[in-house]
């Protein structure tokens, strides 16, 4: 099984902030990579597709890059809606496997 | 627009089996693979398997091999997660999604259904 590892788990931000989440994989995944957003008590959100590809709806400010076994995931300044937790799934073969998640709080 | 709709909350005794439900619409049923989801209490995501809703071929992770089944019927857009010999530690939400079509993002999911293991 490819095994995702997220860091950091907790991230402390402001409103306005950039912040980067970042995501490794245990082999080279490219560029099946997506990134969801989930708030409490609600299902995932899909931000980010094929490492790089922003799914339609979702705000500029979120992009994805990387490659191989190495990714991650910007939010270049911080709003309000944007504070949930964040995970990282690779899609190229199964079983399908998530990142830890990252909680981005308030500071 | 496309909408999954689940069934509502369950609450199981150890050993009982669970079956879940998941109704589309807006979309051709049969045109995209549909993938279960779990999330237990406070954990992350964890990932099940898919069904081919055109063919009903399925793909478990190895974790539920033996212990689910995903079906479909297509008639009635909506498919299915049965899973058996519950356990506490089967207590999650679980999420039905939808992929995005020839690649396995999952792209719209249903709002979750609460699954309650306990004696």
């Known amino acids: 099984d490819i095994q995702m590892t997220q860091s950091p788990s907790t991230l402390s931000a402001s409103v306005g902030d950039r912040v980067t989440i970042t995501c490794r994989a245990s082999?080279?995944?490219?560029?099946?990579l997506a990134w969801y957003q989930q708030k409490p008590g609600k299902a995932p959100k899909l931000l980010i597709y094929?490492?790089?590809s922003l799914e339609s709806g979702v705000p500029s400010r979120f992009s994805g890059s990387g490659s191989g076994t190495e990714f991650t995931l910007s939010i270049s300044s911080l709003q309000p809606d944007d504070f949930a937790t964040y995970y990282c799934q690779q899609y190229k073969s199964s079983p399908l496997t998530f990142g830890g998640g990252t909680k981005v709080d308030i500071k | 627009q496309v909408q999954l709709v689940q069934s509502g909350a369950e609450v199981k005794k150890p050993g009982a089996s669970v079956k879940v439900s998941c109704k589309s619409s807006?979309?051709?049923?049969?045109?995209?693979?549909m993938h279960w989801v779990r999330q237990a209490p406070g954990q992350g995501l964890e990932w099940m398997g898919w069904?081919?809703?055109?063919?009903?071929?399925?793909n478990y992770a190895q974790k539920f091999q033996g212990r689910v089944t995903m079906t479909r019927d297509t008639s009635i857009s909506t498919a299915y997660m049965d899973l058996t010999s519950l356990t506490p530690d089967d207590t999650s939400v679980y999420f039905c999604a939808r992929d995005g079509g020839g690649t396995s993002e999952s792209k719209y999911w249903g709002q979750g259904t609460l699954v309650t293991v306990s004696s």
């Open positions: 807006g979309y051709t049923f049969t045109g995209y693979y």
């Open positions: 094929k490492a790089s």
């Open positions: 082999q080279s995944i490219s560029p099946w």
């Open positions: 069904i081919n809703p055109k063919s009903g071929g399925t």
